[in-house]
């Protein structure tokens, strides 16, 4: 498509004229080949750019004041293609690096507020110890790393054990413990 393009700004630069300048038309194939394809590509289209360009210059018919300057435009501007087939892969690279950096950080954000590892626990009153060494309430420390919150209440075992601690008959029946429950 890109040489194509280039092809159609050759032909349409020699039908103008040498008077008329469509030098910065043959940076768009360019600089579309550099953000769609690899950077190769795009700099052997810089070279055929300027190579149609020379080309176009020379048959035009109008002879420039001193001989060298035909080769010194066509330089300029083969200079001029490749450095924006440079810039504008260069660019695109960068891009195509951020937004794969942007996910990799995004993965790591979500690692991040995962608990994972070993959590120092007290044994008795289950408060764990930061990375700072404090003693923080099991609740208050899983609510700071995750999106997790909590409520309260009593499960059926607890309740019973304040009603009767209260002196009060209790209210709930028990559910069968599993192996791993805790039998207070």
């Known amino acids: 498509m890109s040489v194509l393009a280039m092809t159609g700004v050759a032909i349409l630069d020699y039908l103008t004229g040498y008077r008329f300048g469509f030098f910065v038309f043959y940076f768009l194939p360019v600089a579309y080949c550099a953000w769609k394809s690899c ?17 176009v210059d020379r048959w035009s018919g109008d002879p420039h004041s001193i001989f060298p300057y035909g080769y010194w435009n066509a ?24 937004q794969h950096l942007r996910c990799e950080l995004q993965e790591a954000l979500a690692e991040v507020r995962t608990l994972t590892g070993f959590l120092p626990i007290c044994a008795r009153c289950k408060k764990i ?5 404090y003693w923080r309430r099991l609740e208050e420390y899983i609510e700071q790393r995750t999106p997790a919150r909590f409520t309260h209440g009593y499960c059926e075992r607890c309740a019973n054990q304040l009603l009767a601690d209260a002196g009060l008959p ?15």
Do not use: C, N
């Open 39 to 55: 950077r190769r590509v795009a700099y052997l289209l810089a070279i055929l750019s300027a190579l149609a360009w020379f080309a």
């Open 75 to 98: 330089g300029i501007r083969l200079l001029s293609f490749l450095t924006i087939a440079h810039g504008v892969s260069r660019i695109r690279e960068l891009l195509r690096l951020e």
């Open 129 to 133: 110890r930061d990375d700072g060494g």
């Open 170 to 184: 209790p209210k709930f029946t028990e559910q069968p413990a599993a192996a791993d429950d805790d039998p207070h």
